[in-house]
């Protein structure tokens, strides 16, 4: 007989009661699609982890001060947290020098780091998965829609809601998102696992 599995609901109020083991099983149970989320947004591992590690401490900070009140929609709660965290990230980007050569090619894309941990890269060898490619040249709104439908687990209502457009506007771009990743998987050169 399995077990029942302990609501996030439930394991928020032990963890503001003081137990923080509960925060660890949230943490756990929610880790992968918030990563596999930011991950696939900023295109990088070690801002994901960056972004990761914020959008737990804002959350952390929010139980804590008691102003939390998503009841039952935790996980869309802190992708919306992570999402945000995401979109300062480039704007922070885009107020950043990009140090160039002459040529015009970004100085820091030379640089490689020699040491990977085996997480690090398990998330690079996904993040090199013909998938994946495709969903990136997808169209902005497209590739958004779709990221926070399959990879987060969210409902349309939700998307619509983060994105700020209408439930059939999130089904239209979801609807395009399939249909162009269709006709580029028969097309494209990448091969898909």
Same mark, same amino acid.
């Given at each position: *007989?399995? &077990?029942?599995?302990? =609501?996030?609901? &439930?394991?928020?109020?032990?963890? !503001?009661?003081?137990?923080?083991?509960?925060? /660890?099983?949230?943490?756990?149970?929610?880790? %992968?699609?918030?990563?596999? =989320?930011?991950? +696939?947004?900023?295109?990088?591992?070690?801002?994901?982890?960056?972004? #990761?590690?914020?959008?737990?401490?804002?959350?952390?900070?929010?139980?804590?001060?008691?102003?939390? %009140?998503?009841?039952? &929609?935790?996980?869309?709660?802190?992708?919306? !947290?992570?999402?945000?965290?995401?979109?300062?990230? #480039?704007?922070?980007?885009?107020?950043?020098?990009?140090?160039?050569?002459?040529?015009?090619?970004?100085?820091?894309? #030379?640089?490689? !780091? /020699?040491?990977?941990?085996?997480?690090?890269? *398990?998330?690079? /060898?996904?993040?090199?998965?013909?998938?994946?490619?495709?969903? *990136?040249?997808? @169209?902005?709104?497209?590739?958004?829609?779709?990221? +926070?439908?399959?990879?987060?687990? *969210?409902?349309?209502?939700?998307?619509?809601?983060?994105?700020?457009?209408?439930? %059939?506007?999130?089904?239209?771009?979801?609807?395009?998102?399939?249909?162009?990743?269709? &006709?580029?998987?028969?097309?494209? @050169?990448?091969? +898909?696992?």
């Amino acid at each position: *007989m399995r &077990k029942q599995q302990i =609501s996030d609901q &439930k394991l928020i109020s032990s963890y !503001i009661a003081g137990n923080n083991a509960c925060l /660890e099983m949230l943490i756990k149970r929610h880790k %992968n699609r918030i990563f596999t =989320s930011i991950v +696939l947004l900023v295109q990088d591992s070690y801002i994901a982890e960056d972004i #990761f590690q914020e959008t737990f401490i804002k959350v952390i900070k929010t139980l804590r001060s008691g102003k939390y %009140n998503e009841e039952g &929609k935790f996980l869309p709660w802190c992708i919306r !947290i992570a999402r945000n965290l995401t979109i300062d990230h #480039f704007r922070k980007m885009k107020r950043m020098p990009k140090v160039t050569t002459q040529e015009g090619e970004d100085v820091f894309e #030379f640089f490689q !780091i /020699e040491e990977e941990n085996r997480e690090t890269e *398990m998330i690079r /060898e996904q993040s090199e998965s013909g998938l994946k490619k495709l969903i *990136m040249s997808l @169209p902005k709104e497209q590739r958004e829609v779709l990221i +926070l439908r399959h990879y987060s687990d *969210m409902s349309f209502k939700e998307i619509a809601e983060m994105t700020g457009v209408s439930i %059939n506007t999130a089904l239209g771009r979801m609807r395009y998102a399939l249909s162009n990743l269709r &006709k580029m998987a028969v097309t494209s @050169p990448i091969r +898909l696992r």
